[in-house]
């Protein structure tokens, strides 16, 4: 149920969480009244292209997280005894006898029996198993499922029916769905991939299944664990179900961060119809602006003339002053106007001092 809630997430979740955070990235990096790219657009689209990989590769780490979580949580008949893997038969036998006499239905009250016999059960029940030499290597690397396989008996009985019930049927139906996917269209991203990822687990879990020691890789993390005192160790069958749920994790990742790795991280060229009516729009706004700002500059010159308005003489004296001053201010103080006015000069009079320009 739990794998199939995560999957409905990473159908949608992903996508929502993209554009929140998008809105969020554009309200503290762009100033307010300052345009924002619009949807479709190239900006837009390399934000957003980035953006969605980061919260892709944050959600697989969560789910990554989850799931070590949830088997820490479900723990193993060596954690609820309180052994360590290497315990012997005497101390599993001498840790059990303190904990029944914890828990046992009669140690304990009317109002807890009910939950104290199961208790009481289950360690008898792990304690039974990892007592006995078969069922314990059966457990170590098949779970605990294989408590109800009455009729196994030897080692080679729980191994056999652990392959051909449970490893071969499972990586048979994962390689038919992702060979039908890909006949679908889906998971084309990193195809040759998902079938490495498949095969190798595959063979993993049988070499697990099959050894009498646990596979090196257990065994280095478990020594790093230790080391670190950071996370419990793993059992075989515990290493190999996070393994199966980060697999099909991995490869829902895969599917929607394939093709978004794909794309060229520069904006994408449009074609040159595209662009000429972008340029005509843009033209189009520049046009109407000017227009408001010419609107805007009449009104208020009306405005500040309106006091001379009937006086045609007062009118006629501002008009001047105002002639006056852009031509003083405006068009003499240019460098370019005095140097032009200067070679002018020149050209009229001869005995004009060499570099006069033209102020004189």
């Not at 996917?181 to 998902?194: A, N």
């Not at 993993?204 to 080391?227: C, H, K, S, W, Y």
């Not at 729009?281 to 308005?309: C, V, W, Y």
Request: hydrophobic fraction near 45%.
């Amino acid at each position: 149920m739990s794998q199939f809630l995560s999957i409905i997430g990473w159908s949608f979740l992903p996508n929502i969480a993209t554009s929140w955070i998008q809105t969020i990235y554009y309200g503290l990096t762009i100033r307010a009244g300052d345009p924002r790219p619009q949807p479709g657009s190239p900006r837009f689209n390399h934000h957003r292209r980035n953006i969605h990989i980061l919260v892709i590769a944050l959600y697989l780490a969560y789910t990554i997280y989850e799931a070590d979580y949830d088997l820490r949580r479900q723990g193993s008949f060596y954690t609820d005894l309180g052994v360590p893997f290497s315990a012997s038969d005497r101390d599993i036998k001498s840790r059990f006898r303190r904990l029944a006499a914890l828990h046992h239905p009669d140690k304990t009250g009317a109002d807890a029996a009910a939950d104290s016999a199961a208790y009481f059960i289950h360690l008898k029940a792990a304690s039974d198993t990892l007592q006995d030499a078969a069922k314990r290597f059966a457990y170590e690397r098949l779970g605990p499922e294989t408590v109800a396989w009455q009729k196994c008996v030897t080692v080679r009985d729980y191994v056999a029916r652990g392959v051909f019930s449970g490893i071969l049927p499972h990586y048979a139906v994962a390689a038919g769905s992702i060979y039908v996917l890909g006949l679908l269209g889906y998971m084309d991203f990193g195809k040759f991939y998902r079938w490495l990822i498949l095969l190798s687990l595959c063979v993993f879990e049988i070499q697990a299944v099959t050894r009498p020691r646990f596979p090196a890789l257990l065994d280095g993390l478990n020594f790093l664990f230790a080391a670190t005192a950071s996370h419990p160790p793993y059992l075989p069958f515990q290493l190999i179900s996070l393994a199966r749920k980060l697999t099909i994790t991995i490869y829902i990742a895969l599917s929607q961060i394939g093709p978004l790795l794909k794309m060229d991280a520069s904006p994408s060229r449009r074609s040159a119809d595209d662009d000429n009516e972008l340029l005509l729009q843009g033209l189009n706004r520049l046009e109407a602006i000017t227009g408001q700002f010419d609107a805007d500059s009449t009104r208020l010159m009306d405005m500040e003339m309106a006091p001379f308005k009937g006086d045609a003489e007062a009118t006629a004296n501002l008009q001047g002053k105002m002639r006056e001053w852009l031509i003083q201010n405006t068009i003499r103080a240019d460098p370019m106007v005095r140097d032009a006015l200067g070679t002018s000069l020149r050209k009229r009079r001869v005995d004009v001092p060499a570099g006069a320009k033209g102020n004189r």
